[in-house]
Nanobody, 121 residues
Framework: VQLAESGGGSVQAGGSLRLSCTASGFAHSRWCLAWIRQSPGKEREEVARIDGDGSIGYGDSVKGRFTVSADNDKKTLYLQMNNLKPEDTAMYYC????????????????WGQGTQVTVSS
């Protein structure tokens, strides 16, 4: 299983970025795909997920601002981030797990290398 993120960068508050994650090495349709972020001194936080059954969920801090999507066979996962805030600054990881998304971020078995998002005020 391989996950490769792209699309991070630096943006001013209020701006937008779109992250992409290319997934390979597994049958995608029944797998959970999610975005997790971590910034220095803070715990890892799941921001968005597409579960194995196709259901979508968001962390409370990003609801209404972030949108997660995937192509039909889940080979590419996206995260559209709008109205970015300085507190969104973090390393963003694409993660995956077979079937139902885990309850805890530490339970994801497959991680990409991460892409940095920096939001300045």
């Amino acid at each position: 299983v391989q996950l490769a993120e792209s699309g991070g960068g630096s943006v001013q508050a209020g701006g937008s970025l779109r992250l992409s994650c290319t997934a390979s090495g597994f049958a995608h349709s029944r797998w959970c795909l999610a975005w997790i972020r971590q910034s220095p001194g803070k715990e890892r936080e799941e921001v968005a997920r597409i579960d194995g059954d196709g259901s979508i969920g968001y962390g409370d801090s990003v609801k209404g601002r972030f949108t997660v999507s995937a192509d039909n066979d889940k080979k590419t996962l996206y995260l559209q981030m709008n109205n970015l805030k300085p507190e969104d600054t973090a390393m963003y990881y694409c993660v995956s797990e077979y079937g139902t998304c885990p309850s805890w971020v530490d339970e994801y078995d497959y991680w990409g290398q991460g892409t940095q998002v920096t939001v300045s005020s």
